[in-house]
C-alpha cells in the first residue's frame, strides 16, 4: 500500500464538475498509487507476446516500436471488421451521459476521463480521426485527435483503470458496452508489448502450470490434502479429494484461489463437505487447476489459449460433464466464450444431477453447470440436511459480481441457497445488487498493491453499500461468489468498513450442513468456535 | 466552442437558404436539386453504413444481462431483460426503441460528508429524449398530407388527435410544442450540466440547432406568416412522382425549412444520428442469453497455440509421480 494513501473521508471528497482543460489534451500524471506495474519481459517472450523489454510507466520513453503507428492503426481496422460491437459502438454513441455516473471508477474519482462515454472517446477520436470522412477533413472539430505517444500513454492509464465490469451497458440507450472497448484498447496496446505485470505473469503461470498462480501439481494436491486435513479436525470425518482421476463422473473446476488464498479457502472446504455429503463421483485437476481465465483481460486469442484446457482435460479425464466454482470473470468465459472458442463439447453428456435426476438444460450445449445451480436444485429437493443456525453468528449480505449479473443473469440461484442456509440475510440498497451490481473496483487483473489509491477510490460505490447495511441492520459479512471479490473485498472492506468480513456462499453450505455420523461441530470453517458448544466438550476444543 | 462553432454553422446555413431562394430566387435549386441530392445522400449513405455494420463479425454471443437467466424450472426468469428466446428479443429490442427502456433506469450519483454515496432516480433525460422521438416521428407522418392526394385518412386522424386539446387558430398541434420544448431542454441539459458539456462536441450541438432551425421554421409558417400550401403540396407530390415543379410565390421561410431539412438529410448518414439504425445492431441487446444452449459460431475463429496435458505431464512428469497423482505415461 503507497504510504501516501490518503484517510476515507479525504478520499471520499468528490468533485464530478470536470474542469478545464478539455479531455481532448491527452496529458497522464502517473501518480503512486493509481496505475499498475508494466509486464516483464521473460512473461511476454514465454507467452510469445511483441515487444517484451523493461520499462514501466512514469518513463519518458515507452521504448514502442518504431513503426507503433502502423500497428495501431493496423490492429484498429482488423478489429473493425472482426467485432461488430467496436464499429457500432464506435459510430452511434449520442454522448447523451447516461453513463457518466454509473462508473465506480468515476463515482470514486471524479476524473472526467472515467467517464464510460470520455473512456470509450479516447479510442473513438483516434478512429474519427483516421476511419471517417468528417474526422478526416474536420480533424478536432470533428472531434478527432492525431494518434501520439501521449496518447498511448493515456490509454494505458484509463483502459487499466476499467474493471470491464459492463455496468454502464446497463444504463446505455443502445447498449454500448465499455468492457468491448477497454478489450479492444488492449488488444491494440498489446500489440506494442504494452501491458501490465499482474495480468501477464498469471497469464504465463495459467499457461504453464495450469493456474494463475504458478501451484505445480504437486502443490496442487498438498493445498488439496492440506484441506482435507482440516476438514477432519473440524468435523472429525475423512472426506474424498481425488485428482486427476479417469473415469469420474464430473470433472471439478474451481479458481486457483480458492485453494491458496483466504477467505476463499473456506469455500474450498464447503465445497469438499457438499461434495463428501453428496457421495459425488467427481474429480479435480491438476492441468485444468484454474477456472479464472486472465486472458480475458488481455486479448480473445489468450482466452482461448487458456481456456482449452478445461475441454482437453474433460476429454482425457473422460468425465461426462463438468461443474464449474464461484468465480465471476471465470463465469463470463464459461458461459459467452468456451463453446465458441473451444467446443463443440460433443464428448460429454448433457449435466444430469445423480442426486435429483435435475438436467440441466439450460447447459446442454456447454454441458458446464454452475455449482451455485447444482446446489439450489439439491436444496430445492430437499437432498441436504441443513442447520441455517451454524450461521448464525453472522449476518450477510450478498454482492453480486459483475460477470455472473451482467453476462449470466446469474441472480437467484445463489440468493436461493444463502436464504436457505443463513437466517439473517438483508439486500444491499436496490441500485447496487443484481443487474447493477457495483464492481469491487479491482477487476480485470486490477487488484494489484501498487495501485491501492485507485482500487479504494474504485471500491466506494460497493464498500458504501455495505456500510450502509452494516449501520443500519447489522450486517457483518459480505457473501461473493468471486475469486477476485474475496481477494479484493478484504482489504476495500478494512478501508471503507473495517467491521464487515468477506465469504463465500459455499463456506456458509459447509457451515450449514449437517453431514452423517459427524459429532456435534465445535467450530465453524473458519475454526471460529460455537458459542455453548465448546463448554459442552473438553475445553478449548480447538487447538487450531 | 462547441455551441457557438454549431449556432454559427445553422445560422449560416439560414443565411443561405434565405439568399440563395429568398434573393437571388433559386428556387428550383432549393426546392428540387438539393432535396433530390440529399435524399440520394441520405439513402445511399444509411444502406452504406448499415451494409458497413452488417459485415462486421459478431464472433462473440455477448448480451449484457438485466435479469435473472432461464435456469431451473422453478425459478422466475425475466424472458425481456434476459431474453433467452427469439421473442424475448424481439421484446427487448421493442422495448429499447419504443420506449427507451434503459435510459429510464437512469440515476444520479452523490458523493456527500460521511462518506455517503447516494443515487436518485433522474427521468428527465429519459422523458426529453422519448418526447421529442416521438413527437419528431408524429410530425414526420403529419408531413404525408403534403406528398400523398388523396391524404389518408389515418394521416388525418392522427392530426386531429395531435389538435386534440383544440387551442389556438389555427390549432396548436401538440407535438409542435413538445418538440420545442424537448429539443430546447436537451440542449440546455448539455449546457448546463458540467459532465454533459465536458464531453460534448460540436457534432451534438449541430443536430440541436439544426433540428430547432427545421421545426421553429415550421412552426412560423403553420402559425404566424402566410404560406400558400397548395403550391408546396403540389412540389411535394411532384418530387414523389419524378415531375417536380418548382413553387412559385413561396415565402423564404418555406425555402430555409426545406433547406435545413436538406441538410439533415445529407448530413445524418455521417453522423452520431446513425444511432436510430444502429440501435438495432447493438450485440449486447439484439442477442439471446442462450449461450450454454445453442453454439455460437465465430466467422473468423483460427487454431491457437495451446499447452497440451503431454507438454505438461512431460514437464511435471517426476514430482507428479512422487507426489501420488496419476500419470499417462509411466517413466
Given amino acids: ?544 | 466552442m462547441g455551441v457557438m462553432f454549431s449556432l454559427l454553422a445553422v445560422v449560416v446555413l439560414i443565411i443561405i437558404a434565405t439568399v440563395g431562394a429568398g434573393v437571388l430566387g433559386w428556387h428550383y435549386v432549393f426546392s428540387v436539386i438539393l432535396p433530390y441530392l440529399a435524399m440520394a445522400t441520405f439513402l445511399v449513405g444509411v444502406v452504406y453504413r448499415v451494409l458497413k455494420w452488417a459485415r462486421s463479425a459478431v464472433p462473440f454471443r455477448i448480451p449484457t444481462t438485466c435479469g435473472q437467466q432461464e435456469s431451473l424450472p422453478w425459478l422466475k426468469t425475466n424472458p425481456i431483460e434476459t431474453p433467452h428466446t427469439l421473442w424475448g428479443v424481439l421484446g427487448r429490442m421493442a422495448m429499447e426503441v419504443l420506449f427507451f427502456r434503459s435510459l429510464f433506469r437512469n440515476t444520479r450519483a452523490k458523493v456527500t460528508d460521511g462518506p455517503r454515496v447516494l443515487y436518485a432516480p433522474d427521468k428527465w433525460l429519459w422523458a426529453a429524449g422519448l418526447a421529442f422521438h416521438w413527437s419528431f416521428l408524429i410530425i414526420f407522418i403529419r408531413h404525408f398530407k403534403y406528398f400523398a392526394e388523396p391524404v389518408p385518412s389515418w394521416v388525418l386522424t392522427l392530426q386531429n388527435l395531435d389538435g386534440f386539446f383544440q387551442v389556438g387558430l389555427p390549432i396548436i398541434l401538440a407535438t409542435d410544442v413538445i418538440v420545442v420544448v424537448s429539443l430546447t431542454f436537451l440542449f440546455l441539459r448539455r449546457v448546463v450540466d458540467g459532465k454533459v458539456r465536458y464531453i460534448s462536441l460540436p457534432a451534438d450541438y449541430f443536430p440541436l440547432f439544426l433540428l430547432l432551425g427545421i421545426t421553429l421554421s415550421g412552426v412560423l409558417m403553420r402559425y404566424f406568416t402566410k404560406t400558400d400550401l397548395l403550391s408546396i403540396k403540389a412540389l411535394g407530390t411532384g418530387l414523389l412522382s419524378f415531375s417536380p415543379v418548382a413553387p412559385e410565390g413561396v415565402s423564404a421561410v418555406f425555402f430555409v425549412h426545406l433547406f435545413l431539412v436538406s441538410v439533415l438529410m445529407a448530413y445524418f448518414p455521417f453522423s452520431k444520428l446513425m444511432h436510430f439504425a444502429g440501435v438495432f445492431m447493438s450485440p449486447t441487446r439484439n442477442l439471446a442469453n442462450n449461450n450454454r444452449v445453442k453454439r455460437h459460431i465465430n466467422p473468423w475463429d483460427y487454431p491457437v497455440e495451446v499447452h497440451t496435458y503431454e507438454e505438461y505431464e512431460d514437464e511435471f512428469r517426476e514430482v507428479m509421480e512422487a507426489a501420488g497423482l496419476p500419470v499417462d505415461k509411466e517413466k
Fill in chain 1, 1 to 544: 500500500m503507497s504510504e501516501a494513501l490518503k484517510k476515507p473521508e479525504e478520499l471520499a471528497r468528490i468533485q464530478f464538475q470536470p474542469k478545464a482543460p478539455g479531455w481532448m489534451d491527452p496529458a497522464v500524471e502517473f501518480r503512486k498509487g493509481t496505475w499498475n506495474y508494466a509486464a516483464v519481459p521473460d512473461t511476454l517472450k514465454y507467452l510469445g507476446l511483441p515487444n517484451p523489454r523493461k520499462w514501466t510507466p512514469p518513463d519518458d520513453d515507452w521504448q514502442l516500436p518504431d513503426n507503433w503507428k502502423e500497428i495501431v492503426y493496423e490492429g484498429l481496422r482488423e478489429r473493425l471488421k472482426k467485432y461488430r460491437t467496436l464499429q457500432v459502438f464506435m459510430d452511434i454513441c449520442v454522448r447523451c451521459g447516461a453513463c457518466a455516473d454509473k462508473c465506480h471508477f468515476f463515482i470514486g474519482s471524479g476524473d472526467p476521463k472515467n467517464m464510460p462515454v470520455l473512456r470509450a472517446e479516447l479510442l473513438r477520436s483516434v478512429y474519427r480521426d483516421n476511419f471517417t470522412a468528417f474526422g478526416k477533413v474536420l480533424g478536432k472539430v470533428a472531434g478527432g485527435r492525431k494518434l501520439t505517444k501521449e496518447i498511448i500513454k493515456e490509454w494505458f492509464y484509463y483502459f487499466f483503470q476499467c474493471t470491464e465490469c459492463r455496468r454502464c451497458s446497463v444504463f446505455c440507450p443502445y447498449g454500448i458496452d465499455t468492457a468491448e472497448i477497454t478489450m479492444m484498447a488492449r488488444e491494440l496496446l498489446n500489440l506494442l508489448g504494452v501491458s501490465i505485470e499482474w495480468i501477464n505473469t498469471p497469464l504465463a503461470n495459467c499457461y504453464r502450470t495450469g493456474n494463475h498462480l504458478g501451484i505445480q501439481p504437486h502443490g496442487f494436491a498438498d493445498s488439496i490434502e492440506f484441506a482435507v486435513d482440516e476438514l477432519e479436525e473440524i468435523t472429525g470425518l475423512r472426506v474424498e479429494a481425488p485428482i486427476n482421476r479417469k473415469g469420474a463422473e464430473i470433472l471439478f473446476v474451481a479458481p486457483s484461489a480458492d485453494y491458496f488464498a483466504s477467505p476463499h479457502y473456506y469455500t474450498l472446504l464447503g465445497y469438499l463437505l457438499l461434495f463428501h455429503a453428496l457421495g459425488l463421483d467427481y474429480t479435480w485437476s491438476t492441468y485444468a487447476s484454474e477456472g479464472g481465465n486472465f486472458g480475458l483481460f488481455h486479448s480473445s486469442e489468450m482466452i482461448k489459449r487458456l481456456n482449452s484446457k478445461i475441454y482437453m482435460e474433460a476429454r482425457r479425464l473422460g468425465v461426462k460433464y463438468i461443474i464449474g466454482g464461484e468465480c465471476g470473470h471465470m463465469w463470463r468465459v464459461l458461459h459467452q466464450y468456451m463453446d465458441t472458442m473451444n467446443g463443440p463439447a460433443d464428448f460429454l453428456e448433457v449435466p444430469v444431477s445423480p442426486i435429483t435426476g435435475t438436467r440441466f438444460e439450460n447447459t446442454r450445449s456447454t454441458k458446464m453447470v454452475h455449482i451455485s445451480e447444482f446446489t439450489s436444485d439439491l436444496i430445492y429437493h430437499n437432498k441436504l440436511k441443513l442447520d441455517p443456525s451454524r450461521n448464525d453468528h453472522w449476518h450477510v449480505t450478498y454482492h453480486d459480481s459483475c460477470n455472473p449479473a451482467r453476462a449470466m443473469g446469474l441472480l437467484e440461484e445463489p440468493r436461493y441457497i444463502i436464504r436457505k442456509v443463513c437466517n439473517s440475510f438483508t439486500e444491499m440498497p436496490e441500485n447496487t445488487i443484481r443487474e447493477q451490481t457495483f464492481c469491487c473496483g479491482s477487476g480485470a487483473g486490477l487488484g494489484t498493491d501498487e495501485n491501492m489509491e485507485m482500487r479504494f477510490r474504485g471500491g466506494l460505490p460497493r464498500a458504501n453499500a455495505v456500510k450502509y447495511v452494516h449501520e443500519n441492520n447489522g450486517v457483518n459479512l459480505l457473501l461473493c461468489m468471486c475469486a477476485i471479490d474475496k481477494a479484493t473485498l478484504p482489504p476495500l472492506m478494512e478501508y471503507w468498513v473495517p467491521e464487515v468480513q468477506v465469504g463465500g456462499v459455499h463456506e456458509m453450505v459447509g457451515n450449514a450442513l449437517v453431514l452423517e455420523g459427524e459429532p456435534v461441530r465445535k467450530t465453524d470453517l473458519r475454526g471460529t468456535p460455537y458459542p455453548g458448544v465448546v463448554d459442552a466438550g473438553e475445553e478449548g476444543g480447538s487447538d487450531a
